[in-house]
Structures are given as structure tokens and as C-alpha cells.
């Protein structure tokens, strides 16, 4: 099974002092899934011996892929912005597989110097998808849209409104999808076979 590093969004609870990294339990069991053993990574280390201790981590678990996960915008957690930085240039180092998931796509969608606008009628609700690959409405929480496609991807799904919903990169096997795959109703054999695909080579 492929190891793959997680990032994690982070949690604060009001009157608390304690920030915490989370991964929500749906996301752990669709990437099983999809064959790939879940490996969170912890925003802590932005602060707790920078690139060192993360080096470290690397030598310790070996992971073959990233998932980007999904909760909260781009421009709210430094810690974890750095951390996935680092995680996407081990990445696109090594060419290992990444799938961004609503933020996680919207930090992909950033770091190729894309916009993002606010947009408020994707929130709880299920968006039909134009595609080639004839993916199921997708389960969006996301409050931003990206603005067109974002520099060196190619869009592979759109929402009716025109907005891009899912891209893949050229040359790497980088996807992002702007809705939580692990959140539908009924799984999705498209994308599943989709993805299977880009992390594994094969369809499955």
C-alpha cells in the first residue's frame, strides 16, 4: 500500500488555548480506498525546528505521495501553508503524486499564481460536473472559486456556472478537486478510478 503524508487543517476552540491538527475520519477511510496508507503530518513542525525536524519526519516514513486535505481558506494558517510548501516541493522533487482536496486544490491553484474570488454559492451543496470522465455531482464546502484555469493545468471538470471544479497538472501527477470526495453520499467509481490511476499508474 502506498504511503502518502496528509496535511491537516487546524482547530481552534473558542476559550481554549490549545490549536489542534486534525484529519477528518472519512478522508483517512477513502484514501485507504483508494489503496494509499494515510499519514498525517503536523503543522507544528513550522515552529518546532523548521526544516530539520521535518527532514527528519521525511527519513522516518518515506512517503511516496501528498494529499493536500481540505478545511479552511488558503489565507488563514501560516504554519500549515509552510508545511504543505514543503510537502509540494518534496513532491514535485521527487515527482510523486499529490490531490488536492478544496483547499488543498485552492493551495495548488495559488501556487501556480491563480486567483481565488469569493463565492458563497458553494457551501453544503452537491455541484453537477461537466467532465470527460463523467465524475458525480461533487460534494462542495468551499467558499472560494478559482479564477479561470490555473498556469500549467488543464481543467477536467467544470460546474454549470463555468467555474473550474477539478484540474491536473501537465507534466506532474497532480490533481485538484474543489469538492470532498470522501463526503458523498455514494462513492464515486469514476473518480475513484481516476485517481487510482494517477497515483498508481493503473486503473483498478
Not at 144 to 156: C, L, M, R
Request: charge should be negative.
Amino acid at each position: 500500500m502506498m504511503t502518502v503524508a496528509v496535511s491537516q487543517r487546524a482547530i481552534k476552540i473558542s476559550g481554549q488555548p490549545e490549536v489542534y491538527d486534525a484529519v477528518d475520519r472519512g478522508l483517512s477511510r477513502y484514501l485507504i480506498s483508494l489503496g494509499l496508507m494515510p499519514l498525517p503530518v503536523p503543522n507544528s513542525f513550522y515552529f518546532a525546528g523548521g526544516s530539520e525536524v521535518f527532514e527528519l519526519w521525511l527519513q522516518q516514513v518515506q512517503p511516496s505521495g501528498v494529499i493536500l486535505s481540505g478545511g479552511g481558506d488558503v489565507t488563514d494558517d501560516e504554519p500549515r501553508n509552510s508545511l504543505e510548501d514543503r510537502l509540494l516541493n518534496l513532491a514535485e522533487h521527487h515527482q510523486m503524486p499529490v490531490l488536492g482536496i478544496c483547499r488543498g486544490a485552492q493551495k495548488l491553484a495559488v501556487r501556480a499564481g491563480a486567483t481565488l474570488t469569493k463565492d458563497g454559492n458553494h457551501v453544503g451543496v452537491y455541484t453537477a460536473l461537466l467532465s470527460e470522465f463523467d465524475f458525480a455531482p461533487g460534494a462542495c464546502f468551499h467558499d472560494f472559486a478559482i479564477d479561470g484555469t490555473p498556469a500549467g493545468y488543464t481543467a477536467i471538470a467544470r460546474s454549470l456556472g463555468g467555474p473550474t471544479e477539478a484540474f491536473q497538472h501537465k507534466s506532474l501527477p497532480w490533481v485538484g478537486v474543489m469538492w470532498h470526495p470522501e463526503r458523498q453520499r455514494t462513492s464515486d467509481p469514476k473518480l475513484l478510478e481516476y485517481l487510482r490511476h494517477n497515483f498508481h499508474g493503473q486503473s483498478s
